[in-house]
């Protein structure tokens, strides 16, 4: 064991169990660390794990809290006893975006997990791999006359669009035009901006109350609903039946437009925005450490050479896909999620209240120095060996855990990859000089003020 484990360990022991109580960092009257989680809520858990053990106890704002640092103890809310808990009361402000599988519990969750599972299973990803490569291509070919121009992109913003347009064509069999895309993703951005800081905030006002915030988002939700309406029109009037996600849902939810509208619209959202950021995470990433981009175009150009990858190729791509794993692990895309304990429970040394909840936060977690080696270090190679980190045991949660783990993992490795080896093949991307990146935790993991980046084509 090493010297920082051993202090890491004794630190836990002195404050939590030796006490025989969980640890409890100072609050404010009434609002307890209400204000230091909005003020920088990453730093702030970060802080949590490092200083306070497995088991942290925070009062936020009169609820409480109780911060799982632990795999063990993790693995016990998502899975080992997942039944005992339900999606916390945190995730409220997401509802009226939509009640679909982000949000939904009990038999409609069943439901609506079983009617959407057929798309997402291994065999379906080779179908669909020429698509995303078609997509990505289209893409990459206006970055050329971008690069040539000097001309700096958002890839954090292009990436939105990308994804988008993937999952508009392979999961709804609707393409879309470049202005649709950029509609949707700006309605997307402001319903997650307005549903995040009504998650943290102590008090807010009822959506009816026609606030700025909230007049953006009936705005937001208003262009939502109008794409659902023309996507559900277009495949009704086509009279096609691709077998795609979108015929999945129809078949199961024909007979309940409120639900039909609210499964599309999250598949939606999570379909295209937790891939994005991801991807503008891991060009970041690459551009700060360009041997690793280097060692994606060699595997690519040698794997896939000029042809359109397929599934078999995709396997090849060992170095691509721990490079898009290591940026998940530094920046996951779904920061931290929570749980509501539905009846008492010993978590550790934590006796749960029924109602109180359950936080994990992968962020912190990803970056826990007892967890992984130089935890801040950008290091691929961990995923090509393994180096001792057993992702089963659940100290790597990109896409959750348990039963409630993501649908769509599969789906955005393979999206992920193609985009990566494709790009890396043509394009070298450089941050511009002086800007500044620093990750906003919304509901996804963005960059606060994009990612200007510039494409330089390779010779």
Not at 183 to 207: G, M, N, Q, Y
Not at 326 to 345: G, H, I, K, N, Q
Request: hydrophobic content about 40%; charged content about 25%; some cysteine.
């Amino acid at each position: 064991m090493r010297m920082a484990d051993m202090a890491v360990d004794t630190a836990d022991e002195v404050i939590g169990e030796a006490s025989g109580r969980p640890a409890s960092p100072p609050g404010y009257p009434l609002l307890g660390v209400a204000p230091q989680i909005r003020r920088d809520p990453l730093g702030f858990f970060v802080k949590m794990a490092r200083e306070y053990g497995d088991v942290v106890d925070l009062n936020v704002a009169g609820k409480r809290m109780v911060l799982a640092n632990e795999p063990t103890l993790i693995r016990q809310v998502l899975q080992a006893n997942a039944g005992n808990y339900r999606k916390s009361k945190f995730y409220g402000p997401l509802k009226p975006i939509g009640t679909g599988l982000l949000t939904s519990e009990g038999e409609q969750w069943v439901e609506q997990r079983k009617a959407a599972a057929p798309a997402f299973k291994g065999s379906e990803m080779g179908k669909i791999c020429a698509a995303m490569a078609d997509e990505a291509d289209t893409t990459l070919a206006g970055w050329a006359a971008r690069g040539q121009a000097d001309e700096p992109l958002d890839v954090a913003r292009e990436m939105m669009r990308l994804a988008l347009r993937i999952a508009m064509r392979t999961l709804f069999g609707s393409p879309l035009r470049e202005d649709t895309a950029s509609k949707v993703s700006d309605a997307l951005a402001v319903a997650l901006r307005h549903a995040e800081e009504r998650i943290w905030s102590v008090a807010s006002p009822p959506l009816w109350v026609p606030t700025p915030g909230n007049r953006a988002f009936a705005r937001a939700i208003t262009q939502l609903d109008e794409v659902f309406e023309d996507i559900i029109s277009a495949r009704k009037s086509s009279g096609e039946r691709p077998g795609d996600l979108l015929d999945l849902l129809i078949d199961a939810f024909d007979d309940d437009r409120p639900q039909l509208r609210d499964m599309v619209v999250s598949m939606l959202v999570t379909g295209h925005e937790t891939t994005a950021v991801s991807l503008a995470w891991a060009f970041y990433l690459l551009s700060r450490n360009p041997e690793w981009a280097e060692a994606v175009r060699s595997e690519a150009n040698e794997v896939l050479g000029s042809d359109t990858p397929d599934i078999q190729a995709l396997r090849g791509l060992r170095v691509t896909r721990a490079v898009f794993e290591e940026a998940m692990r530094l920046y996951p895309p779904v920061w931290t999620f929570s749980r509501d304990a539905l009846s008492p429970e010993r978590l550790g040394n934590v006796e749960l209240r029924k109602g109180d909840t359950v936080m994990v936060c992968a962020y912190s977690l990803h970056r826990h120095p007892r967890l992984w080696e130089s935890p801040e270090t950008f290091m691929p190679q961990r995923f090509l060996n393994n180096e001792g980190q057993n992702r089963t045991n659940y100290n790597y949660l990109p896409f959750g855990g348990g039963p409630r783990s993501c649908i769509g993992n599969r789906f955005a490795m393979t999206e992920a990859t193609i985009i990566l080896a494709k790009t890396l093949q043509r394009f070298d991307l450089d941050l511009v000089d002086g800007h500044a990146v620093e990750p906003e935790p919304m509901i996804t993991l963005r960059p606060r003020f994009g990612m200007l980046m510039r494409p330089r084509a390779v010779a």
